[in-house]
């Protein structure tokens, strides 16, 4: 069983960054791929932005491409999305996804609010 704990979520206005961070209880240069998903209210959950931990290759949701950058630091064990242009429509609260060659994990999330 993996552990996965987001952290970073917070009220921001229109416009302003952050960066959200996922700490793992176990190695991440194991797994197969590492994910943000996002879940605004009354709506799905949908994929922001995934990355395959062997050669690093990423993918984002149009709606976020150049704005929010996935990245992962090994030593750490810790997946981070850093967030820039932040818009209301960007409210959600935020998950951490592992896939661990086909074991599934999901953090608890974390609430990111853009709001003037």
Do not use: H
Request: aromatic share 12%; hydrophobic share 35%.
């Amino acid at each position: 069983q993996v552990q996965l704990m987001e952290s970073g979520g917070a009220l921001v206005q229109p416009g302003e960054s952050l960066t959200l961070s996922c700490a793992a209880d176990a190695g991440i240069s194991s797994f197969y791929a590492m994910a943000w998903y996002r879940q605004a209210p009354e709506k799905e959950r949908e994929l922001v932005a995934r990355t395959i931990i062997t050669g690093g290759s990423a993918n984002y949701a149009d709606s976020v491409k150049d704005r929010f950058i996935i990245s992962r630091d090994d030593a750490k064990n810790t997946l981070y999305l850093q967030m820039d242009s932040l818009k209301p429509e960007d409210t959600a609260v935020y998950y951490c996804y592992a896939d661990s060659w086909g074991y599934n994990y999901w953090g608890q999330g974390t609430q990111v609010t853009v709001s003037s």
